[in-house]
């Protein structure tokens, strides 16, 4: 099969985003390798169109949204039109359900093949923010249920993540686990200099990277340093990451051994920090995947993991997974393993998951390594080619 114009559309994109950022990337490099034409358009400050290595860059003005540290979303529904109908893409992808579940429609109008990429449990989303006198199952069915019926498929990273939309007896969901850079992430990456930066010569050394915003829970990290602490164990924390709650965490930390070593922008150095790292912490709830976690683990580093989301899948016998608050306990048991053991536990974990079959398996998907398996009729397309985008429009 010839090449394919792949146009994905992504919110929440931003300089210092880490997990989908970094899936959009690697996602993006694959198919341009495969042969195909990855475009993406993602929200920015300014316009701006480029040839990266994930292929075209295409990014339009988006405001950013109150409280989320920055993101910002794609908004002005005649001006995306445009651009999409300037594109004519053989296949769309879109990686939000929110402000571009719209854009269903505008595929299946079109006749164009469409996939919805789920990199959230929108079921847990609402219940960490809304309030509980509000029907909230019923909200998320009946989005859940209109973004299954607007796309031809649905692609869930983990079955966390696709419990939602299986319980209402959605037929078109996949599974495609993502990936890790296993050249990049490795145990050989040890730094002995920068353990003794971080951490004494008998100190425990944990570390959380991420975001530092509501939904990942990073105030379980700091609570279950200070618990170890009142154990008598010698541990210490570093938080590479940030974002809007660093300065309510700093405060939580108060008087403990924390390092808050802010957004780091060098993917060498994360590497470098999660291999030096004893034990790795991935509190959030909310997540259906956790690329930082498999990094971790890339990394021959084990991680003690949040029982109430995806993470518990992804980490599996390669560190610990826990319930409530009970991280604490959960690095007590990763640590009283020998370390050569639970060190290649997590490398061989690891190694299950490479970019290489993330990308093989999205292309399934979207019909490119055989024919394109739709779950509708559609009419043929009828557009006129176009390649002049009309990027700076405000509407």
């Given at each position: ?151 031809d498929h649905v692609v869930c990273t983990t079955a966390f993540a696709a419990e939602e939309f299986r319980r209402l007896g959605a ?124 990094e971790a683990l890339a990394s021959g580093t084990p991680v003690v993991a949040a029982g109430d989301g995806a993470l518990g899948e ?82």
């Amino acid at each position: 099969m010839s090449g394919q114009r792949i146009v994905r559309l992504a919110n929440f994109v931003s300089p210092r985003s880490g997990g989908l950022r970094t899936a959009l990337r690697e996602l993006g490099k694959g198919y341009l390798a495969a042969g195909h034409e990855p475009v993406l358009v993602i929200p920015g400050e300014r316009a701006s169109d480029e040839i990266t290595e994930q292929g075209r860059v295409i990014t339009l003005p988006g405001p950013v949204v109150p409280g989320m540290g920055g993101y910002r979303v794609l908004l002005g529904r005649r001006r995306l039109i445009r651009v999409l109908d300037g594109l004519r893409p053989a296949r769309i992808e879109v990686s939000d359900r929110s402000t571009l579940r719209w854009t269903g429609g505008w595929a299946q109008a079109r006749g164009v093949p469409s996939v919805m990429v789920s990199h959230e449990n929108l079921g847990a989303l609402v219940d960490m923010f809304l309030p509980r006198w509000l029907p909230r199952r019923m909200l998320t069915d009946r989005l859940n249920t209109t973004t299954a019926r607007a796309y031809d498929h649905v692609v869930c990273t983990t079955a966390f993540a696709a419990e939602e939309f299986r319980r209402l007896g959605a037929s078109n969901v996949e599974r495609v686990p993502l990936g890790v850079d296993l050249a990049r992430f490795t145990p050989d990456n040890h730094d002995p200099a920068l353990r003794a930066r971080l951490a004494g010569q008998r100190e425990l050394l944990l570390v959380h990277c991420g975001r530092l915003s509501t939904e990942k829970r990073v105030e379980r990290s700091v609570d279950a340093l200070a618990a170890l602490r009142r154990r008598g164990v010698p541990a210490v924390l570093a938080i590479a990451g940030d974002g809007p709650r660093r300065a309510a965490l700093e405060r939580r930390a108060e008087g403990l051994p924390v390092r808050f070593l802010g957004f780091v922008r060098d993917p060498d150095t994360v590497a470098r920090l999660l291999a030096t790292a004893d034990a790795a912490l991935a509190p959030g709830p909310l997540e259906t995947f956790g690329l930082a976690a498999l990094e971790a683990l890339a990394s021959g580093t084990p991680v003690v993991a949040a029982g109430d989301g995806a993470l518990g899948e992804v980490v599996g016998p390669a560190g610990a997974v826990v319930s409530g608050e009970g991280f604490a306990d959960g690095v007590l048991e990763v640590m009283a393993r020998p370390e050569a053991d639970r060190r290649r536990a997590a490398r061989d974990h690891a190694t299950g998951f490479g970019w290489p079959a993330a990308v093989a398996g999205m292309l399934r998907v979207h019909g490119l390594d055989g024919p394109w398996r739709s779950t509708r009729r559609r009419p043929p397309p009828s557009l006129p080619y176009s390649t002049t985008l009309h990027i700076h429009d405000s509407t």
